[in-house]
């Protein structure tokens, strides 16, 4: 198990830029797929990026392709998420998630930091 904790969150205008973190500790990530999910009030939890730490393969959803990037620091034992163009449908509460080397999902996730996007 590895404790995932979020930061970055705020309030940023439309094409605007935020970058997230997810600070972990208990375990090195180097041992896990990491991935950003973000949740909208009244939907459902939705995946937005991963990235493979292994070989460094990184995935997104249609959605973010082109604005969105996930990247790691290993040294800091840090995810990030670079969101630039933010659009106000990227509202939402974000999360960070670790998916061990070997399991079939994620198990360990944070607690959220809030994005809002303003027209």
């Known amino acids: 198990q590895v404790l995932l904790v979020e930061s970055g969150g705020g309030l940023v205008q439309a094409g605007g830029s935020l970058k997230l973190s997810c600070a972990a500790s208990?375990?090195?990530?180097?041992?896990?797929?990491m991935a950003w999910f973000r949740q909208a009030p009244g939907k459902e939890r939705e995946f937005v990026a991963s990235?493979?730490?292994?070989?460094?393969?990184?995935t997104y959803a249609d959605s973010v392709k082109g604005r969105f990037t996930i990247s790691r620091d290993n040294g800091k034992n840090t995810i990030y998420l670079q969101m630039n163009s933010l659009k106000p449908e990227d509202t939402a509460t974000y999360y960070c998630a670790a998916n061990a080397r070997g399991s079939s999902d994620f198990g360990s996730w944070g607690q959220g930091t809030q994005v809002t996007v303003s027209s």
């Open positions: 208990g375990r090195t990530i180097s041992n896990y797929k």
């Open positions: 990235i493979n730490y292994s070989v460094g393969i990184t």
